[in-house]
């Protein structure tokens, strides 16, 4: 009856234990999802004044750029995380050539001056119609590729040079991907030669190409 009951007090003893560890298990998971509750809350707040700041922003640039939007110089929308410029390189860069126009260094100037009051990154990419390129741009540049590449980067490099930090521009070339127009007209082809300029703010960023 002794072996009974001490056999009954260690089995209680045990379930007080377990149960005391339960509860503690419990308790802390409790606290661990809290804590991710609140730190998921903090992060929506913050995306929330992230877009609301890009919203902000994109209005701006509306303003800045009001009369080549309504020339139809230039296109703007408003992505999920960043704000879009395109506009054809022939309003950029003399035909057949790399050779800025003044009217795509007046473009660089005035949004580079605006990008000077935030720290938004730039990614710019180049794009070509179907046709390769001929005569002496051919030898430096014999296919699309390398010519989209070359737009994109020299209008880094005017952007540098004008003042924006390097190290939140980066330069891509598509070729004649991704085209917006038919190549079998010369209109079309003209809308497929352009840059694509994206800014986004860098707590929108997930990647970089």
């Keep these: 009856m002794r072996a009974f009951a001490h056999s009954f007090t260690g089995l209680v ?3 007080v234990a ?3 560890l339960a ?3 419990s308790k802390s998971s409790y606290d661990t999802a809290v ?4 730190s998921l809350q903090a992060d929506n707040t913050q995306l929330q004044a992230a877009n609301a700041r890009l919203q902000g922003q994109y209005d701006s640039l509306q303003n800045l ?3 080549e939007m309504q020339e139809a110089s230039l296109d703007m929308e408003l992505l999920r995380d960043g704000i879009e410029i395109e506009l054809p390189s022939d309003l950029v860069f003399e035909s057949a050539s790399l050779e800025l126009k003044a009217d795509g260094k007046e473009f660089g100037t005035k949004l580079v001056n605006y990008l000077k009051g935030n720290q938004y990154l730039v990614f710019v990419t180049g794009y070509t119609d179907s046709q390769n390129p001929i005569g002496n741009l051919a030898q430096r540049y014999p296919t699309n590729w390398e010519l989209s590449a070359a737009r994109a980067a020299l209008a880094v490099r005017y952007m540098v040079g004008e003042g924006l930090m390097a190290k939140r521009m980066w ?3 598509r070729a004649d ?4 127009a038919s190549n079998s007209t010369a209109d ?3 809308q497929n030669r352009r840059l694509r300029i994206v800014l986004r703010p860098p707590e929108l960023v997930g990647s970089t190409p």
């Design 13 to 15: 003893t045990v379930a």
């Design 18 to 20: 377990m149960s005391s």
């Design 23 to 25: 509860a503690c298990a």
């Design 35 to 38: 804590s991710r509750g609140d």
């Design 65 to 67: 750029f009001s009369d």
């Design 171 to 173: 330069a891509i070339g």
């Design 177 to 180: 991907q991704d085209p917006v």
């Design 188 to 190: 079309g082809r003209a």
